[in-house]
């Protein structure tokens, strides 16, 4: 799934009846199970609308299908023709994992094109069994269809609205079905290499998110941001019973979920179990006083606060300064090759000497060899977390069931 400004020609809520109404059209004339039209986005065959059997054959609007292993591709490179009438017993289709999932006996398909001239996707009828009255004439046909269908899918507004729709079904999948799962990496003390905390990550289905930024962007987007913060939050704390003893735990939220309510009351509810509220950039902070006023409930039930990427730009290091955080946390691109940049040597000194000054923790994040760590200990820096270290991962398992005393590191 693509971020929303590289989604490209798809139709908008006005627009989506009328390609439904089309769809229905092509369906109907050729007696197919079902019809949809798909956008290209980067690798990936995004479904943008369809009618008819769609559950029997599996087809899901709004989700993105790998192009290598499309009939699509195959189409437009000539080494699928336009219309199989059996599937399986062609010798390219009956191959691919898209005859199976979507139980394709017979296919036909044409591809539309963006403002531009350039193919942008495909429209496609597909059936569960094998059709022989399929043929060149059917093609043709589903041709002036597709030419009808370009116009609705390539309005600047109609993108922005359809990407919206899309974005917002997809991230309420995820928060029905509850689909974040949480992974750790551990937070390094340098002097003896002994772990003294976690950071909590997300993690989504890669076919629905690749990556974790751009599922908390679209759900920012798509006004389900906070919703899928507090999703994550929670099965990251629901771990907390199962840190090693003498850990503390790192959870990522934004400045605009830390004013909410109820993500307050949940941090409330876990509080005093050595846990720390790491501010991201989902969001920018537009009224720092009321941001602080919330965070007071917070810092007074002793739950820490870190500050994200300082050193990378203003942002970061203006929320040092106006939110007076016990945990800064290093840049990881003034720690990449700090052992031989003299600049990041020197920039990193002064942040460590200031974050003694205020009394907070400086971490070192990113670290990804011996010689940075090494150089970070010359520096002085108390911890770090890093591919050198540890990937993020499932908690250890715990040797027992000892109560905890979760603790900052030393600052010494």
Known sequence: MQTLETTPWQPGLADIAEVERLLSLVRMHLG?????????VADQQMICAATGAVEAMRVQVGRGRDLKDSYCERVLSGTLPGVVNDARRHPVARDLASTRDLRIGSYVGV????????????LCCIS???????????????GLIADVISDHMSSPVAQQRHAAVVARRTVQNVLDREAVRMVFQPVIRLRDRATV???????????????????????ARCGLGV???SLALRQALGRLPDLPDGTWLAVNLSAEALLDAEVRDTLLAHAGGGLTVEITEHTQVENYELLTGALDSLRRAGIRLSIDDAGAGYASLHHVLKLRPDIIKLDISLVRDIDSDVVKIALARSLNDFAGRIGATLIAEGVESSPEGARLVEIGVDCAQGYHFARPADLP?????ASRSARLPDAG
Do not use: C
Not at 32 to 40: L, M, Q, R
Not at 197 to 219: H, N, Q
Not at 397 to 401: C, F, H, K, L, N
């Open 197 to 219: 905390g976690f950071e909590a990550l997300a993690r989504f289905d890669p076919e629905v998110f690749a990556r974790p930024d751009i599922a908390f962007a679209e759900a």
């Open 227 to 229: 919703a899928l913060e």
């Open 397 to 401: 398992v715990r040797p027992s069931s």
């Open 111 to 122: 591809p539309w094109r963006g403002p531009d001239g350039d193919v942008a996707g495909m």
């Open 32 to 40: 197919v199970d079902v019809a949809f039209v798909s956008a290209f």
């Open 128 to 142: 569960r069994y094998p059709d022989p009255s399929l043929d060149d004439q059917s093609v043709r046909y589903m």
